[in-house]
């Protein structure tokens, strides 16, 4: 692409394969620290006092493996007219404009600082080695609090425990399919507790396409090229089943994203973060984890939230990032008041903000306005082509199913090879070839 300039501009235009607006931008957009980096920079190898001014992005998504000549649809965007769910959610609650991933980087190392408040001095995804460090759930199980993890897939693992399995295999029971999320949703308010949510829920959508019982399921994760109406569809249906909670008082949901997926953001991250130690760099040496990723939308919905709050930090103060949840959960259930089980060291996770400061109503003014919410959008044939290349985290979980489904799974040999296999995968069509060879 050559000449002249492109504009930011929405709603989003069919380009050429595809015909729906709503798989913009195809193909994928690189996410990998070194593309990202060009993306907020500009150039590949910034000065250490480089302008982050995040004009990159085109120049990025022009590259051949990229948009190529298509690239200008990189500029595009998605408003409350192709968008509903997400921002009605944004209107009647509570939104975060100054929420930054942790890393300017993938989902491995991001999710990492979700749940560890660091990602142990990796940048991207990579060959999806196993992280073998604490995360959250080991601090709120070995601290007697409930929790569960809530995956929609069918052979595929959740991405919480594949990445974190080392430390999370042995409390495989805590790992549930997606309808269970519903079903404990529904639970009376006197219920028992084994019967209600556990005191902090994580939901993943489904990544991965798989075979479900009479066609294929596809990603619902709002990551392109997937219909944006697919994570649409799913995000409502959180929703509704925390809407129509008997308990919903009780429930605060946050909703986030673990980074941008390469798509064009005008707001420079911030500097100055906290490294998180205990690797206070990458393990290549390149980064000190000191700049935070690109802006990611963030909502808060609680009948405790004032309908139409935009928040952020408070001006000259760390901004919120993905710690900030860790942050939350440490001061409201006391984690840090347990010697004999300490909570996680990040000294992100120190510095961070938390959410309490938007919980703003009480009992008196509390909101009872939770208003139905269904996408309006329409999904169509685009995504669905078997020929559609798969990303880096799909490998990913394609590895992990590999090796969880192996005698050891974390046998470094075994590790490899999964990795090795799933990296060779082109297509859905391969990925479902592998994930269910008896298939017809």
């Not at 931008?25 to 006092?49: C, K, L, M, S």
């Not at 639970?187 to 939901?203: G, M, T």
């Given at each position: 692409?050559?000449?002249?300039?492109?504009?930011?501009?929405?709603?989003?235009?069919?380009?050429?394969?595809?015909?729906?607006?709503?798989?913009?931008?195809?193909?994928?957009?690189?996410?990998?620290?070194?593309?990202?980096?060009?993306?907020?920079?500009?150039?590949?190898?910034?000065?250490?006092?480089?302008?982050?001014?995040?004009?990159?992005?085109?120049?990025?998504?022009?590259?051949?493996?990229?948009?190529?000549?298509?690239?200008?649809?990189?500029?595009?965007?998605?408003?409350?007219?192709?968008?509903?769910?997400?921002?009605?959610?944004?209107?009647?609650?509570?939104?975060?404009?100054?929420?930054?991933a942790s890393v300017p980087s993938q989902t491995w190392p991001n999710r990492?600082?979700?749940?560890?408040?660091?990602?142990?001095?990796?940048?991207?995804?990579?060959?999806?080695?196993?992280?073998?460090?604490?995360?959250?759930?080991?601090?709120?199980?070995?601290?007697?609090?409930?929790?569960?993890?809530?995956?929609?897939t069918t052979l595929i693992p959740s991405l919480t425990l594949a990445q974190?399995?080392?430390?999370?295999?042995?409390?495989?029971?805590?790992?549930?399919?997606?309808?269970?999320?519903?079903?404990?949703?529904?639970?009376?308010?006197?219920?028992?507790?084994?019967?209600?949510?556990?005191?902090?829920?994580?939901?993943?959508?489904?990544?991965?396409?798989?075979?479900?019982?009479?066609?294929?399921?596809?990603?619902?994760?709002?990551?392109?090229?997937?219909?944006?109406?697919?994570?649409?569809?799913?995000?409502?249906?959180?929703?509704?089943?925390?809407?129509?909670?008997?308990?919903?008082?009780?429930?605060?949901?946050?909703?986030?994203?673990?980074?941008?997926?390469?798509?064009?953001?005008?707001?420079?991250?911030?500097?100055?973060?906290?490294?998180?130690?205990?690797?206070?760099?990458?393990?290549?040496?390149?980064?000190?984890?000191?700049?935070?990723?690109?802006?990611?939308?963030?909502?808060?919905?609680?009948?405790?939230?004032?309908?139409?709050?935009?928040?952020?930090?408070?001006?000259?103060?760390?901004?919120?990032?993905?710690?900030?949840?860790?942050?939350?959960?440490?001061?409201?259930?006391?984690?840090?008041?347990?010697?004999?089980?300490?909570?996680?060291?990040?000294?992100?996770?120190?510095?961070?903000?938390?959410?309490?400061?938007?919980?703003?109503?009480?009992?008196?003014?509390?909101?009872?306005?939770?208003?139905?919410?269904?996408?309006?959008?329409?999904?169509?044939?685009?995504?669905?082509?078997?020929?559609?290349?798969?990303?880096?985290?799909?490998?990913?979980?394609?590895?992990?199913?590999?090796?969880?489904?192996?005698?050891?799974?974390?046998?470094?040999?075994?590790?490899?090879?999964?990795?090795?296999?799933?990296?060779?995968?082109?297509?859905?069509?391969?990925?479902?070839?592998?994930?269910?060879?008896d298939a017809p």
């Open positions: 692409m050559s000449g002249g300039k492109v504009y930011a501009s929405r709603p989003p235009t069919a380009w050429p394969p595809a015909s729906n607006p709503n798989v913009v931008p195809t193909p994928d957009p690189h996410e990998e620290f070194q593309f990202v980096t060009t993306q907020i920079f500009g150039v590949a190898n910034p000065a250490p006092t480089g302008n982050a001014d995040m004009s990159g992005f085109l120049l990025d998504y022009s590259s051949p493996d990229a948009g190529g000549v298509n690239a200008a649809q990189i500029m595009q965007t998605f408003g409350p007219a192709e968008t509903n769910v997400i921002n009605d959610l944004a209107r009647n609650f509570a939104v975060c404009d100054h929420w930054y990492a600082f979700v749940h560890t408040g660091c990602s142990d001095g990796r940048l991207n995804n990579d060959d999806y080695e196993l992280y073998d460090i604490p995360t959250i759930f080991n601090v709120l199980e070995d601290q007697g609090k409930s929790w569960g993890v809530f995956h929609d974190f399995s080392p430390r999370l295999i042995p409390y495989d029971a805590h790992f549930h399919k997606y309808d269970i999320f519903g079903q404990m949703c529904r639970a009376d308010a006197n219920a028992q507790p084994a019967q209600k949510l556990p005191q902090y829920s994580f939901v993943e959508p489904r990544f991965t396409p798989e075979l479900g019982l009479f066609a294929i399921d596809y990603p619902a994760d709002y990551h392109p090229p997937h219909n944006i109406c697919r994570g649409e569809q799913f995000l409502a249906d959180v929703y509704q089943s925390v809407r129509l909670s008997p308990y919903r008082d009780k429930i605060l949901l946050v909703i986030t994203f673990d980074e941008h997926g390469g798509c064009y953001d005008h707001c420079p991250p911030p500097t100055g973060a906290a490294s998180p130690g205990p690797k206070f760099e990458s393990n290549d040496g390149s980064f000190d984890f000191t700049r935070f990723g690109v802006r990611v939308p963030t909502i808060l919905v609680s009948s405790y939230v004032r309908p139409g709050t935009v928040f952020r930090a408070l001006l000259d103060t760390t901004p919120f990032d993905h710690t900030s949840i860790l942050a939350t959960l440490r001061d409201w259930l006391s984690l840090d008041a347990d010697p004999k089980h300490p909570f996680l060291p990040s000294l992100r996770i120190e510095a961070a903000p938390t959410l309490d400061r938007v919980l703003t109503l009480d009992d008196t003014t509390k909101n009872m306005n939770w208003p139905a919410i269904i996408a309006t959008c329409t999904i169509g044939d685009d995504d669905k082509s078997l020929q559609t290349p798969l990303n880096s985290v799909q490998k990913s979980l394609i590895a992990s199913a590999i090796r969880l489904s192996s005698n050891n799974p974390q046998d470094p040999t075994i590790v490899a090879q999964s990795a090795a296999l799933a990296k060779s995968l082109d297509t859905y069509e391969s990925a479902i070839t592998i994930l269910h060879p």
